[in-house]
């Protein structure tokens, strides 16, 4: 069986269908957003943030049926740290001994429960740090392309934020699509998928320099294929054992992590594709040419010098 550095894979020969469904999953993607929108968590909307110790672990199930029975609306329960002390989030509850509230209502059926914090976030607080976090995912964004332009050629940077701008939505664009809760553990998420993806990325253009500036033809399809093959062990490998761990927080590592988990685990997934397909054929949209990266000035002076 041949091994993956010896592959021949025509991956710019499918650069057509890998766009068709990039063009798919980002057309669901800004649709869930326009129509559903985020299900924005406690530290975007504002909210009361409780946690309390039981004695005995609780089944999860009892204290939100507790707390509904009691008139909260929108609640989220979920163990933290050990499987005794749970983490209450509440949408908009403004009482200031809300926290002295929901223990006597848990404590009601004659179980042991101690206070352990109650935390006030205000509606405006979350709104600033909503719109601070989407700049500072737009800062990011145009520092990675700066980066790339310099290092590389402004035609990869414009590849490069293409394919990072396609990572973002897609997994925005999940969490939107089944609406699951987007706090600031997944915007972590997602600018560590902006990271891994864009590290990814960077890897395959540098191979496609260095094969445009050594190959003697001019036939970008067949350089950025061979590129690709040649980076794609390293590429499936480091994916590979990243989304093993991923896989294994996601289902061992408690409520806590599990969107988080989610999100890395969907942006992996999404970013080995685009650094894959999409990245590197853009740059054939871009119609990108050897005398982008090798000058021909040396070429025509040598030429006007021969007698």
């Known amino acids: 069986m041949k091994r993956l ?9 499918q650069r057509k269908i890998a766009f068709a469904i990039s063009a798919i999953l980002i057309l669901v993607s800004l649709v869930s957003l326009v129509v559903q929108g985020l299900a924005l968590g ?17 089944a999860l199930d009892s204290v939100r049926g507790a707390l509904e029975g009691a008139g909260f609306n929108d609640i989220s329960v979920q ?4 499987a005794n002390e749970v983490l209450i989030r509440l949408q908009q509850t403004f009482e200031a001994n809300v926290g002295d509230q929901v223990v006597g209502l848990l404590a009601q059926g004659g179980a042991q429960v101690d206070l352990v914090r109650a935390e006030f976030v205000g509606a405006q607080v979350g ?3 909503r719109d601070q976090s989407g700049l500072g995912m737009l800062v990011a964004l145009g520092v990675v392309m700066l980066y790339v332009a310099f290092r590389f050629q402004y035609k990869f940077a414009i590849g490069a934020l293409l394919a990072l701008v396609h990572d973002v939505i897609i997994v925005v ?14 915007l972590a998420a997602v600018l560590a998928v902006i990271g891994y993806s864009l590290n990814d990325t960077i890897v395959v253009y540098d191979r496609i320099r260095e094969n445009i500036r050594k190959s003697r033809i001019d036939d970008m399809p067949a350089i950025f294929n061979e590129a690709i093959n040649q980076t794609l062990s390293r590429t499936l490998a480091t994916s590979g ?6 896989l294994a927080l ?5 409520d806590m ?21 999409v990245a590197a054929a853009l740059l054939i949209q871009l119609k990108l040419q050897r005398r982008d990266l090798i000058p021909e000035k040396k070429e025509d002076a040598e030429e006007e010098q021969l007698p």
């Open 241 to 246: 054992t990243t989304l093993l761990v991923l």
């Open 79 to 82: 163990t933290f740290g050990a």
């Open 257 to 277: 992590i599990h969107n988080f988990s989610v999100a890395l685990l969907i942006g992996i997934g999404v970013g080995t594709f685009s650094s894959i397909y």
């Open 5 to 13: 550095t010896n592959l021949n894979l025509d991956f710019m020969g």
């Open 127 to 129: 709104g600033q740090l």
């Open 173 to 186: 664009g999940a969490f939107s699509l089944f609406q699951m809760e987007f706090d600031l553990t997944v």
């Open 42 to 58: 406690l530290d975007f909307t504002g909210g009361t943030l409780v946690e309390v110790r039981y004695a005995t672990a609780p």
């Open 250 to 254: 996601a289902w061992l590592g408690g």
